[in-house]
């Protein structure tokens, strides 16, 4: 509130208090916090007192913001868990003299090209999953980021797939994965 009164961007900040503006950005977002000399910086900078700057409504907000970003972690790796269902649930259609069964991927009428497809997409991207929550345990957050986007690419894929081969279950199921998945991507950024 009081860089933006000041008509400053985070950059502008940065270099006034010689820090990285992605510190600033984790300040602001609640993912950080800075250093009690980095409070007297900033509190002489804005002309007002450290206390001012650490009040408990902010404070609390924070709290509040960082909260809310943990669970965009745990909806994308949920999702990521969930994704090999797609293969076991009796979601895929198979035709019979008699009409039509549900059955898992491995039992449904599908080309044998289409089955390896799908079976490769989904194994790829919940083996990606398990990547990516081992990298932000590590707090590789470059690559993970990177790995998301590929896993939310190859679940779309699996959804087309999905849709093309007139599997109306299955895409259902893949769907709410993927929009799971694309709402924990875009909101935890």
Known sequence: MLRRRKGLTQAMLARELYVSRTAVSKWESGKGYPSIDTLKQLAGFFSVTVDELICTE???HADESTRSHRIFPLLLCISDLLTPLLMLLPLFASRTPHGALSVSLFASSLQPYLKALLLVLILCTALLGIGNAILRLLRKERWQNKGALICTLLSLITFTL???SSQP???IFAFILL???SLALFKGR
């Open 58 to 60: 902010s404070v609390n």
């Open 162 to 164: 999905l849709v093309l």
């Open 169 to 171: 279950y299955a895409a």
């Open 179 to 181: 929009s799971v998945r």
